[in-house]
C-alpha cells in the first residue's frame, strides 16, 4: 500500500518571500506520478504541478517549482515570490503510473498543509 | 474548462436517513470519484467509476455505495447515514488514466454533510 505523508500541518510566510512545503511517501512501486494540489478557501480544487517518477528533472509551473528526490521518497514544493492568493491548504498526492490490479484509479492524498502568506 | 458540479453544498440529515450526493461533470470524463475530507486525515477515496456501471471501492467503502447510470453523473449513497459521516465530501472526474491528460483530475466544491 501507498502513505503520503505531510508533516507539517501548518506554515506561514510574508508575502514576495519563499515557503517550502514538505512531503514524503512510501512505495514499493518504481513508476508513478506526484501531484501537488491546492485548496483555496473557497474550496475548489486545483492541480498546481505534477511530476513523472521517471523523469529526473524537476518540474516546475512559474512561480512553482518541486524537489524531487525518488532514492529519499521525497518531494517538496517550493513557491517563490510568495503572494496572498497562496493563502490555501496544499495537499501532495500519488499515484501509480501503470493501470490494472487493486490500485487502479487511486489517487492517494496526504494530509495537507495550511499555508498563510501575511502581507 | 472542465466543469464538477455538486448539487448540494451544505446538508443536515438525520441519523438513519438515506443520504444522496449527486455529482455531475461536463467534459465527457471516463472517470468519476468520491473522496472524503477529514481534518488531519486528508482525502480519502470512498469509491471510484471508471465507466458507465462500474465501481471500484476504496480505502473506506463501508456504509456507502454509489450509482453510475449515466456517463456523466455519479452518486454516492449514505444508505443509513450515521454521525460519524459527517464530513466534506468531494467529487471528482479525469480522463483515463492512460492518457496524459488523465494525470489531472479536477474537483467539484464539495458538499458539507453533518449528521445529528
Known amino acids: 500500500a501507498q502513505t503520503v505523508t505531510q508533516s507539517q500541518p501548518e506554515m506561514s510566510v510574508q508575502e514576495a518571500e519563499t515557503v517550502t512545503l514538505s512531503c514524503t511517501y512510501d512505495t514499493s512501486e518504481n513508476n508513478y506520478y506526484l501531484f501537488w494540489y491546492k485548496q483555496p478557501p473557497s474550496r475548489q480544487m486545483i492541480l498546481v504541478i505534477r511530476q513523472e517518477a521517471y523523469k529526473q528533472q524537476n518540474a516546475t509551473e512559474n512561480r512553482f517549482s518541486v524537489n524531487f528526490q525518488k532514492a529519499a521518497k521525497s518531494f517538496s514544493l517550493k513557491i517563490s515570490d510568495s503572494q496572498l492568493g497562496d493563502t490555501a491548504m496544499y495537499f501532495c498526492?500519488?499515484?501509480?503510473?501503470?493501470?490494472?490490479?487493486?490500485?487502479?484509479?487511486?489517487?492517494?492524498f496526504g494530509q495537507g498543509t495550511i499555508l498563510t502568506v501575511h502581507p | 474548462d472542465v466543469k464538477v458540479t455538486q448539487s448540494s453544498r451544505y446538508l443536515v440529515k438525520r441519523t438513519g436517513e438515506k443520504v444522496f450526493l449527486e455529482c455531475v461533470q461536463d467534459m465527457d470524463h471516463e472517470n468519476m470519484f468520491w473522496y472524503r475530507q477529514d481534518p488531519g486525515l486528508g482525502l480519502r477515496l470512498i469509491y471510484f467509476?471508471?465507466?458507465?456501471?462500474?465501481?471500484e471501492k476504496g480505502d473506506i467503502p463501508e456504509g456507502y455505495s454509489v450509482s453510475r447510470e449515466k456517463k456523466e453523473r455519479f452518486s454516492l449513497i449514505l444508505e443509513s447515514a450515521s454521525t460519524n459521516q459527517t464530513s466534506m465530501y468531494l467529487c471528482?472526474?479525469?480522463?483515463?488514466?492512460?492518457?496524459?491528460?488523465?494525470?489531472?483530475?479536477?474537483f467539484g466544491e464539495g458538499s458539507w454533510l453533518t449528521v445529528v
Open positions: 467509476s471508471y465507466d458507465v456501471k462500474m465501481k
Open positions: 471528482a472526474s479525469s480522463l483515463p488514466w492512460q492518457t496524459i491528460s488523465g494525470n489531472t483530475i479536477y
Open positions: 498526492a500519488f499515484r501509480i503510473a501503470n493501470a490494472g490490479g487493486t490500485s487502479y484509479g487511486k489517487l492517494t
